[in-house]
C-alpha cells in the first residue's frame, strides 16, 4: 500500500482503523445501503415537520383563513417547541399531532444514523472534521461506494467536481475573463468585474481546451441525464458551506485559495474565485476521506496526481484537517 506524500502508513492507521474483510465490496454496499434508507427516511420525515410547522406558523400569524386576525400573535417559535414538548397541540389539533410525530421520527432516525456511522471504517477520522457532523456524513457516505473508487478523481467524477474541456472568453474593454463548457453558447452581454455595471464590450473567444482550458462540471441540459450523482454534488455543497460557518480547517484552506485566485486572477469575477475555491476545499476533502476509507479496509492506495504526475510539492495530509477530540454533532 503506498500513502500520499506527507503521511505514513502509521499515521493514516491512528486516524482509521483498519477494518480487515475477506469481501470489502459486500460489506461495504451493505453498509451503504443501510445509510442510504435512514438517510433518506430521515430527510422526508425532515421535510413533512418542516412544511407542517410552516403550516401552524402561518395559521398563528394569519397568513391562513383559519385564523382569526384580530386576534393576538402567539410566538410561533414557542408555540412549535411547546408542540415539540407535547406541552400543547397547537391551533388546529391534528397539524400539531403530526408535527411533533414526525419531529420524534426524526430524532429517531438521526439516533439510528448516528449509530450506524458509528461503525463506518471512516468515521474515527470523520468524526474529528469540524463541520462535518452525523447527518451530512450519513448523506454523502450512503452515496459513495470506495470499493468501486480506484483514485480520489472517481469520488470528484461522481460528485460531480471533475472538471470538463472548455473555452475562456475574454472582453478588451473591462478585463473580464470567464471560461464556459465547450457545447455552451455564450451571450456577448456582461457586467463589468466586480460591479452590476454593464459594459459596452463583448466576450470573444481566447482559448480553447486545446490549451488545458477545463471548467466545472455543468448541470444537465433539459431532456439530459445527468453525468454524475446531483443529489451527492449537493450534500458535498452543504459540507463546503459548513466548513466556511464553522470555521474548520478546511475553511482556513478555503479562504487560502480564494486569496490566491484574486492576486492570480484578476479578470475573474468574485462569484467565479469563491466557488472555484469552494470546489477546490470539497475536492480535497474527498482525496482525504477517499484515502482514509481505502486505508481503513486494507485497500490499495495512490500518490495525489499533483504529486505523482505535476510535480507540486503543496500537500495537507488528512491528520491535518482534524480536531484534537471529536465534534459534537451540530449540523448547519
Not at 403550516?55 to 410561533?76: E, F, H, K, N, Y
Amino acid at each position: 500500500m503506498l500513502p500520499w506524500p506527507g503521511t505514513s502508513e502509521g499515521n493514516v492507521h491512528d486516524i482509521a482503523r483498519t477494518v480487515p474483510s475477506p469481501d470489502a465490496s459486500l460489506v461495504a454496499g451493505l453498509a451503504a445501503r443501510d445509510l442510504r434508507w435512514l438517510a433518506d427516511a430521515y430527510e422526508q420525515a425532515q421535510r413533512v415537520r418542516v412544511d407542517t410547522g410552516e403550516r401552524i406558523r402561518a395559521i398563528l400569524q394569519g397568513r391562513d383563513a383559519r385564523r382569526d386576525v384580530t386576534s393576538d400573535v402567539p410566538d410561533p417559535e414557542r408555540v412549535l417547541a411547546a408542540i415539540r414538548k407535547g406541552e400543547e397541540d397547537g391551533p388546529v389539533p391534528l397539524l400539531g399531532r403530526t408535527f411533533r410525530r414526525h419531529a420524534e421520527e426524526e430524532r429517531e432516525l438521526q439516533r439510528a444514523m448516528r449509530e450506524a456511522v458509528a461503525t463506518h471504517p471512516a468515521w474515527p477520522w470523520l468524526s474529528r472534521v469540524k463541520g462535518v457532523g452525523v447527518t451530512l456524513a450519513a448523506k454523502l457516505l450512503a452515496r459513495l461506494d470506495v470499493t468501486r473508487a480506484p483514485a480520489p478523481s472517481s469520488f470528484w467524477a461522481y460528485c460531480g467536481l471533475a472538471t470538463v474541456p472548455g473555452i475562456e472568453y475574454r472582453c478588451a474593454t473591462c478585463g473580464l475573463r470567464a471560461s464556459f463548457p465547450e457545447r455552451y453558447r455564450v451571450k456577448g452581454t456582461h457586467s463589468r468585474p466586480g460591479t452590476s455595471h454593464p459594459c459596452d464590450g463583448s466576450l470573444v473567444p481566447h482559448r480553447g481546451p486545446e490549451t488545458g482550458i477545463r471548467v466545472a462540471q455543468p448541470r444537465p441540459g433539459a431532456g439530459e441525464r445527468a453525468a454524475y450523482d446531483m443529489y451527492a454534488k449537493k450534500v458535498c455543497y452543504l459540507i463546503g458551506v459548513s466548513f466556511l460557518r464553522s470555521r474548520s480547517t478546511y475553511g482556513a484552506y478555503y479562504r487560502t485559495q480564494r486569496e490566491r485566485m484574486r492576486e492570480e486572477r484578476p479578470g475573474w469575477t468574485q462569484g467565479r474565485i469563491h466557488f472555484a475555491a469552494l470546489r477546490k476545499t470539497e475536492k480535497l476533502f474527498l482525496a482525504h476521506l477517499w484515502l482514509v476509507w481505502r486505508t481503513a479496509l486494507a485497500l490499495p492506495t495512490t500518490a495525489p496526481y499533483a504529486h505523482a504526475v505535476l510535480g507540486r510539492d503543496e500537500y495537507f495530509p488528512p491528520e491535518a484537517m482534524i480536531e484534537n477530540e471529536a465534534i459534537q454533532d451540530v449540523e448547519p
